[in-house]
């Protein structure tokens, strides 16, 4: 089974551009997690879906950052407008729904604003 | 709310003497689990450790922890730290199938 997927790997934005981060989870997991990782702060979890539809979304992170669920099989995560200190590694991870089960990690877009 | 601590930020010890990270929680609810996860450089996180289960020792890859719901701690452990072992390691907590995760901690093990 393919893992979770990430595209792109690396993003270089302008400071004000538009980005969106994609994210493809392991087939058959209905949870699915975006998060934010720096140095200082660690993992930030940005949102959580279940089978689609929105469980949490990271108050902080409401501003400029918008995940979506397209389908079962597809998320993307927007930051509009992008700002210097969103540069961080930004992580999908998904897993089953029920139960003691753990989160499978993407690889993460290392996302650079200038 | 829940919350992970872990009190090392860095921890460097010597090839082939044990090492120990620290994590204890605080929450008001049921807890389903508690993970380690470690993450290797360029590397995405993966889980190390689970467990549900008070004072049982869980163990995999030489590492070893376990969860004492008496004093709220989940601490990692290994006998014998390897060169490989080096890498970002961290203690969470999962509550309705969100993780909550510590602030990590960088292990460095030297020659």
């Known amino acids: 089974d393919a893992g979770v997927t990430q595209t792109p790997r690396h993003e270089v934005a302008e400071k004000g551009q538009t980005i969106i981060l994609k994210c493809e989870p392991v087939?058959?997991?209905?949870?699915l997690f975006w998060y934010r990782q720096t140095k200082i702060q660690g993992l930030e979890l940005l949102s959580y879906f279940r089978s689609k539809s929105l469980m949490e979304d990271g108050g902080a992170f409401k501003d400029r950052f918008k995940a979506e669920m397209l389908n079962s099989s597809f998320s993307t995560l927007k930051i509009q407008p992008t700002e210097p200190k969103d540069s961080a590694v930004y992580l999908c991870?998904?897993?089953?729904?029920?139960?003691?089960?753990?989160?499978?990690f993407g690889p993460g877009t290392r996302l650079t604003v200038l | 709310g829940d919350s992970v601590t872990q009190t090392e930020g860095l921890v460097t010890v010597t090839e082939g003497l044990p090492v120990k990270l620290n994590c204890t929680y605080q929450?008001?609810?049921?807890?389903?689990?508690f993970f380690w996860y470690v993450q290797y450089l360029n590397e995405a996180p993966q889980v190390l450790l689970k467990?549900?289960?008070?004072?049982k020792r869980t163990e995999h890859q030489g590492f070893h922890a376990t969860l004492h719901k008496s004093s709220s701690s989940f601490h990692l452990q290994k006998s014998s730290a390897q060169l490989s072992d080096s890498a970002l390691y961290y203690c969470a907590l999962r509550y309705y199938n969100v993780l909550y995760f510590g602030s990590g901690t960088k292990l460095t093990v030297e020659p």
């Open positions: 929450t008001t609810y049921l807890t389903i689990a």
């Open positions: 087939s058959g997991h209905n949870d």
């Open positions: 991870a998904s897993s089953l729904e029920l139960g003691a089960y753990e989160q499978y």
């Open positions: 467990s549900s289960t008070d004072n």
